[in-house]
């Protein structure tokens, strides 16, 4: 799948089981499967558009959901990655809103199939795609915001060492209402001297 000379884009990242790279057509029913199993587990995180989970996240949705992230990652405004662990599509990765130049800098958001969770694979998925944005992809600054009471998704960027920097009041429309989030962020000389964050994550799991 060529996308045009995007900085970093397309491109496959890897480490062991955990593999990160850009979606294909054909991954409509994995996606699909994974997206249902896990209504009760992601459907109180994420903003959705209204209707019935079943068809949001259908195989036919998938098309729909491809296609934008496909035109996103040509645009260079994002890099949308299927994260697959043992071969297995088991969450989704994206670096988004992509702002170059002077601000050089993008949104990092991140799911996990419950059935996968507890093995280190979104912190790991999160450490390669913020090394791969620090070097080949040229950003410097990667931010994350999450709700308060999402303590699972608070504790991958806490393992990998994000500050928590902001507080964002009423930040967005989430399950019906708007939801206050917490802000973290990381810079490229922040983990410039251990060696990158794949690095830093690999000594806190030792």
Known sequence: MMLGSTPGWPAVLADGPVVLRPYKRSDGRAWSEVRIANQKWLAPWESAPPGPWSEMNSTRAYGYVYQDMRRAARKGESMPFAVLYEDRLVGH????????????????????????????????????????????????????????????????????????????????????????????ALTSEEIAAEGGLMARWRRVRA
């Open 93 to 184: 990765l994206n670096l988004g809103n992509i702002v170059r130049r002077a601000f050089s800098s993008a949104y990092a958001g991140y799911w996990v199939d419950h059935r996968a969770a507890g093995r280190g694979v979104i912190p790991t998925a999160l450490a390669l795609a913020v090394d791969h944005a620090f070097g080949p992809g040229g950003l410097h600054r990667i931010e994350v915001n999450i709700r308060p009471e999402n303590h699972p998704s608070r504790r991958v960027v806490e393992k990998l060492g994000f500050r928590e920097e902001a507080y964002h009041q009423r930040y967005m429309h989430i399950d019906g209402t708007w939801r206050d989030h917490l802000g973290y």
